[in-house]
């Protein structure tokens, strides 16, 4: 596909600041002129959103559009810009994503070398270094890594930093609007998308800076918004969701884990003055941080999912 088109979509709600960060690092792309149109997606935004992008649309070279819709998700919101996309190539941003200089050229470039309509890009999303990572943060991650040109798999979703050719995707389906709420609707497009033919290959050249700092807890409460998220019961409906689920019932009933849930039980109480390490510049062997995630975070978040499964039953 030689020089194809581009149209990055970014969905956003209530995170002008930062948004406003992610929109001038477009300005300053490598292949520019390729570089057709930037959507911004505003989910029913109440902090003048609005006001922010019409202002940098002034000062940028690239297109950029504002499209406002009540609040409905992101999964509809993303929807929203596919359907408005007019590029050969679709980039699905985020507003806390901030791209490298040399992005866009390496999402364009990798579509260049793989015309294929089924082929995908998956970008690497590090952490920023102006939110000065905590070593916990490089340990947990959000898209672990992979080697150069590795196919991404379904279950891992990712679309951070994933760029698509409008039409696959316009022809297999789009996002599952049922999905109001955070979780799954990735994974589960991913699935459709995948049973269609996509392949998802990794360039981790393709760099957008997640611009977040996140603590130990937040990290534990994102495990225990997953399990008890109203998007899990429409997950656990669909054909994604039930072979998703049923690897992971496969996986926690191994040998391994069910070891590491015994030893992170036993250990962890002993190991608590280390807590307060978690979140410092201290780095801490990855076996410890393991143990603690295990124990705070997937065990009672599986507490949480069993005590309110129990009260809608008692209900």
Not at 294 to 313: C, F, I, P, V
Request: proline share 6%; glycine share 6%; aromatic share 10%.
């Amino acid at each position: 596909m030689p020089q194809a088109r581009l149209s990055v979509i970014i969905p956003t709600y209530n995170r002008a600041p930062i948004l406003a960060k992610t929109l001038e690092a477009y300005k300053h792309q490598t292949r520019q002129q390729q570089l057709v149109e930037i959507l911004v997606v505003d989910d029913g935004s109440t902090d003048g959103t609005g006001s922010l992008v019409s202002e940098c649309a002034r000062q940028s070279s690239t297109l950029v559009r504002y499209l406002r819709q009540e609040n409905r998700g992101q999964a509809s919101a993303r929807n929203y810009g596919i359907r408005e996309a007019s590029g050969d190539l679709v980039l699905l941003g985020d507003d806390d994503v901030i791209p490298a200089p040399n992005m866009v050229e390496e999402h364009l470039s990798w579509h260049d070398k793989h015309p294929d309509p089924k082929i995908a890009v998956v970008g690497a999303v590090p952490w920023s270094p102006e939110v000065n990572p905590r070593p916990v943060m490089k340990w947990w991650g959000l898209n672990g890594l992979h080697p150069d040109g590795q196919e991404v798999y379904w279950p891992a979703g990712l679309l951070l930093n994933t760029s698509l050719k409008r039409s696959f995707l316009q022809s297999n389906g789009l996002f599952d609007e049922r999905f109001r709420h955070y979780g799954y609707e990735d994974i589960e497009l991913c699935y459709r998308l995948a049973k269609k033919g996509l392949r998802m290959l990794y360039n981790p050249r393709c760099v957008g800076y997640h611009y977040k700092r996140v603590t130990f807890d937040a990290m534990c409460r994102r495990g225990w918004t997953l399990a008890t998220t109203p998007s899990l019961k429409i997950f656990e409906r669909t054909e994604a969701g039930k072979e998703y689920l049923a690897n992971d019932a496969r996986r926690r009933n191994s040998w391994k884990y069910r070891l590491q849930y015994t030893l992170a039980r036993l250990v962890v109480p002993l190991l608590a003055p280390l807590r307060p390490l978690l979140d410092s510049r201290v780095p801490l062997p990855g076996a410890v941080y393991a143990m603690f995630y295990a124990y705070y975070g997937s065990y009672r978040a599986r507490e949480r999912k069993l005590k309110l499964a129990h009260k809608e039953h008692a209900g």
